[in-house]
């Protein structure tokens, strides 16, 4: 079974400052992990994913996220906010035999000006 | 990119209503689909696994008989919300899955406000 788990239910950011969005998962086989954006009264958005080709995933819209076996953590960074940035993110994680999707609650992103 | 169009967008009807929502994978086929419920600031709950050609696979402590799901090809899944109650309303999301992308993402429509009154 996988799960994700995301730390920090709310991050706040000022404008142009690094945004970093925490989450670690738990996997009995070789996840792949996905990060997703949601905008209000919207569906899902894919940023980015890992798949096991390479540690380091460039993903939309900036943002990045470094895969860590050792941590078990997929954390989503980008250098710096953009207003727009403000949104819903949603770490999830689905195993190579099975590709449901378990997500974690999510993080609210606001930025300030 | 792949595209996944959900339709309607919202709906507003009356108790015992049965309402129909339409998934499309627009530019891809997709041979599985997944249908979600999301709460107010909640994250996604997943309701079914939609199968092109068989029958749906639900989640426990959903009722295949309220929530129907019909995936006759490989583009479109529908999901119908039999006679609807107030406690029915919510935000529902359909998703497919991509086969021929590595790691088989999920890409999403864009969701359905059902409001029953």
């Known amino acids: 079974a996988q799960s994700v788990t995301q730390l920090g239910s709310h991050v706040s950011v000022s404008e142009g400052a690094l945004v970093l969005l925490r989450c670690n998962y738990s996997?009995?086989?070789?996840?792949?992990l996905f990060w997703y954006v949601q905008y209000p009264n919207q569906g899902l958005q894919l940023l980015l994913k890992y798949t096991s080709a390479a540690t380091l995933v460039k993903g939309i819209n900036g943002f990045e996220a470094e895969f860590k076996k050792s941590e078990t953590s997929f954390h989503l960074t980008k250098p710096s906010a953009h207003m727009s940035d403000a949104a819903e993110y949603f770490c999830?994680?689905?195993?190579?035999?099975?590709?449901?999707?378990?997500f974690g609650a999510g993080t609210t992103v606001t930025v300030r000006a | 990119g792949a595209v996944v169009s959900q339709h309607p967008s919202r709906v507003i009807c009356k108790s015992g209503t049965s309402v129909k929502i339409e998934c499309r994978s627009l530019d891809f086929q997709a041979t599985t689909m997944f249908w979600y419920r999301q709460f107010p600031k909640k994250s996604l709950m997943l309701m079914a696994t939609?199968?092109?050609?068989?029958?749906?696979?639900?989640e426990q402590g959903v009722e295949k008989d309220k929530f129907l799901i019909n995936h006759a090809s490989l583009t479109l899944s529908t999901l119908t919300v039999t006679s609807a109650h107030p406690e029915d309303s919510s935000f529902y999301i359909c998703?497919?899955?991509?086969?021929?992308?590595?790691?088989?993402?999920?890409?999403f429509g864009d969701g359905t406000r059902l409001s029953i009154l």
């Open positions: 996997s009995s086989v070789p996840p792949y």
């Open positions: 999830a994680v689905s195993g190579s035999n099975d590709y449901k999707l378990s």
């Open positions: 939609s199968n092109e050609g068989s029958k749906a696979t639900y």
């Open positions: 998703s497919a899955r991509d086969l021929g992308v590595m790691g088989q993402p999920q890409h």
